[in-house]
């Protein structure tokens, strides 16, 4: 099935009304008060099918009082039906409406030149030369200008045929992020609230969670309907009814895809004025109306003091409610006084920063860019620093672009800013460890702040390159997955600490002696440590640490073996360090390290093999202390 939405424009009482009745058989007004005074004040809606194709036709007031309403139900048109009367030709109304069509994106359309059955043909002429002219004038194109009346019926075949013409395929595949602003909410027995609207993007199907805003308020989809029809899904480009379960919703309001829609505290914007305005515009108040949203926004241009008649450039908006908009919305701007639509746009970024005025580029760069295109422009211009992954999504139009890495903690940055920030500290931490091979590695948080720069996320890059295994993350410390390369002036250094403990045996020198204030050697002896040739042993009373060579704890091991096994009540330290042939200095911290072994276990003041039963010893205590 093919499809469009189409907005029917023109002047206030060019025959819109009479001309749809005609075509479709429904009469859009529908309130007495239109009824009354023979005008439309809302937008009114019918459908008109055939040929493979379902027109949605939105017959939009024409009246300069209504046009905030026209507005509003305009926004979600994809082509345009311009009325002009043949007597009359375009008026006031029609180039406002037609300017409005050109600033919300519209380019295809047909002219409908009605009432020819009250009109010489001079007229009918004049009429179409005068709607030619017009089009021309706000680059909308060679439209089809045909004259017709719905009242004769003449012409109103070919009418309907550059109709159907309009419709395009609907869009299918993949469901996509929804967005529908809300024209009207009301409650009917059996459905509850209901609110309608025409659906700008994505898919909805009943079952769906869905976000309000502004809020985000939240609700599920329960039924939807189109012209009266009970839907399983809809496709962007379509009216709507929604009844829905869950928090209260209204005109102006949006229905969206959680997560699609964030407050838009600024926007980034690309505005065009239109080529009649008569003067340039600069920073100043507007009415904004974007979806069916309207609001008060202060204009502020960021390379110029004012924007001419006919000129684009690059601005920001900042609006004075809450306000929630996608990326790519379309726009109008009004001026409260005299009232009149005077600009219009498109939204680049909803969620933008503050800018300074060399900013401009980048913005006149992204309006001519798709939305993952521009997404990652500005994902490139972040830099180290990167975005949110939510608002980059959002920025993209509800996917991160191709060239976008998502970190751990929320943000991402573009692949190549990764790239040189992961190479930046990997060489970084190669080269601290390099120059003192030896050490324990530089400290993880101290590398981080000098390798990378301000703002950039750390943590995430290290993580990666630890996840990879080009890092490793040892007690807060950056350390290379082999170790450091030694070379010859280290192992020798190694060679001649480690000699120290051996030679020593079970009386090591203290660590200090050893070091003799060099930190160089002070790691060669960490170094040894983490490698398992020399261990710790604590005294606990004096509050002191000694270093045991492996093999002098395999000597007293050795050593040690037969007495406690042919004691039946155990050895005390004096015990031992007879054995031994050391002094009570080192005895202790050495049977505190077999304790914490499990080579030995202590019984009240005496040692036995963890191996032989408690007894009536009763159980080893839990921590080990040294005896007095």
């Given at each position: 099935m093919r499809r469009a939405l189409i907005g029917v424009l023109g002047h206030v009482d060019h025959g819109k009304t009479a001309l749809v009745r005609t075509l479709t058989g429904t009469d859009t007004d529908r309130l007495p008060e239109e009824k009354r005074r023979g005008i439309s004040i809302l937008p009114g809606y019918a459908r008109l099918e055939g040929e493979g194709a379902e027109l949605d036709l939105v017959d939009l007031p024409g009246h300069e009082r209504f046009v905030r309403a026209m507005a509003a139900g305009a926004s979600a048109m994809r082509a345009a039906l311009l009325v002009v009367d043949a007597r009359e030709g375009p008026r006031t109304q029609t180039h406002e409406h037609a300017g409005i069509a050109a600033l919300l994106g519209v380019r295809r359309g047909v002219v409908a030149v009605t009432r020819t059955d009250l009109a010489g043909g001079g007229e009918v002429a004049a009429a179409t030369e005068g709607a030619r002219a017009l089009l021309a004038q706000l680059g909308l194109g060679d439209w089809p200008c045909l004259p017709c009346s719905a009242v004769s019926g003449a012409g109103l075949a070919a009418l309907r045929a550059a109709l159907i013409d309009l419709a395009e395929p609907e869009v299918t595949g993949e469901a996509g992020q929804a967005w529908m602003p809300l024209d009207r909410a009301f409650h009917r027995p059996g459905a509850g609230l209901v609110v309608t609207g025409a659906l700008r993007a994505g898919?909805?199907?009943?079952?769906?969670?869905?976000?309000?805003?502004?809020?985000?308020?939240?609700?599920?989809?329960?039924?939807?309907?189109?012209?009266?029809?009970?839907?399983?899904?809809?496709?962007?480009?379509?009216?709507?009814?929604?009844?829905?379960?869950?928090?209260?919703?209204?005109?102006?309001?949006?229905?969206?895809?959680?997560?699609?829609?964030?407050?838009?505290?600024?926007?980034?914007?690309?505005v065009t004025v239109l080529p009649d305005v008569p003067r340039a515009l600069r920073r100043e108040e507007f009415r904004l109306l974007c979806g069916t949203a309207e609001c008060g926004v202060r204009l502020r241009l960021l390379d110029r003091a004012e924007l001419s008649p006919g000129e684009s450039g690059a601005a920001q908006l900042q609006p004075d409610v809450s306000l929630a908009l996608p990326v790519r919305a379309r726009f109008l701007l009004r001026l409260p006084l005299p009232v009149g639509t005077v600009a219009g746009g498109v939204v680049l970024d909803p969620e933008a920063p503050r800018h300074r005025g060399r900013d401009a580029a980048l913005l006149q760069s992204l309006a001519a860019l798709r939305p993952e295109q521009a997404a990652q422009r500005v994902l490139e211009a972040a830099g180290p620093r990167g975005l949110p992954t939510d608002r980059l999504r959002r920025l993209a139009g509800g996917r991160l672009p191709e060239g976008a890495v998502a970190l751990t903690g929320g943000l991402s940055l573009a692949d190549s800013v990764l790239a040189e920030l992961e190479t930046a500290l990997r060489e970084a931490a190669r080269d601290a460890i390099a120059r003192n091979t030896l050490g324990p590695g530089p400290e993880a948080r101290a590398l981080l702040r000098t390798a990378l720069p301000v703002g950039a996320p750390g943590e995430a890059v290290a993580a990666r390159l630890i996840a990879r295994g080009v890092?490793?993350?040892?007690?807060?410390?950056?350390?290379?997955?082999?170790?450091?390369?030694?070379?010859?002036?280290?192992?020798?250094?190694?060679?001649?600490?480690?000699?120290?403990?051996?030679?020593?045996?079970?009386?090591?020198?203290?660590?200090?002696?050893?070091?003799?204030?060099?930190?160089?050697?002070?790691?060669?002896?960490?170094?040894?440590?983490?490698?398992?040739?020399?261990?710790?042993?604590?005294?606990?009373?004096?509050?002191?640490?000694?270093?045991?060579?492996?093999?002098?704890?395999?000597?007293?091991?050795?050593?040690?073996?037969?007495?406690?096994?042919?004691?039946?009540?155990?050895?005390?330290?004096?015990?031992?360090?007879?054995?031994?042939?050391?002094?009570?200095?080192?005895?202790?911290?050495?049977?505190?390290?077999?304790?914490?072994?499990?080579?030995?276990?202590?019984?009240?003041?005496?040692?036995?093999?963890?191996?032989?039963?408690?007894g009536e010893a009763g159980p080893r205590p839990r921590h080990a202390s040294a005896e007095g």
């Open positions: 898919r909805l199907m009943p079952g769906d969670t869905v976000e309000i805003w502004p809020g985000p308020r939240h609700a599920t989809i329960r039924a939807l309907q189109s012209h009266g029809r009970v839907l399983e899904e809809a496709g962007p480009g379509r009216r709507l009814a929604v009844a829905l379960k869950g928090d209260a919703a209204g005109p102006g309001d949006a229905l969206a895809s959680p997560g699609f829609l964030a407050a838009s505290p600024m926007l980034d914007a690309w890092l490793r993350l040892v007690s807060g410390r950056f350390a290379l997955p082999g170790g450091a390369a030694l070379g010859e002036a280290e192992h020798r250094l190694l060679r001649e600490v480690e000699a120290a403990f051996r030679n020593a045996s079970l009386s090591p020198p203290e660590p200090a002696a050893v070091a003799a204030g060099d930190r160089v050697r002070m790691s060669a002896i960490r170094h040894l440590l983490a490698q398992g040739i020399l261990f710790r042993a604590a005294d606990a009373v004096q509050k002191r640490e000694w270093i045991f060579h492996r093999d002098a704890l395999a000597e007293a091991r050795r050593r040690l073996a037969p007495a406690l096994s042919a004691s039946t009540e155990g050895l005390t330290v004096s015990d031992c360090d007879k054995l031994l042939g050391i002094t009570r200095r080192h005895g202790v911290p050495l049977l505190e390290r077999l304790d914490a072994e499990g080579f030995t276990r202590r019984v009240g003041d005496r040692r036995r093999l963890s191996s032989e039963p408690e």
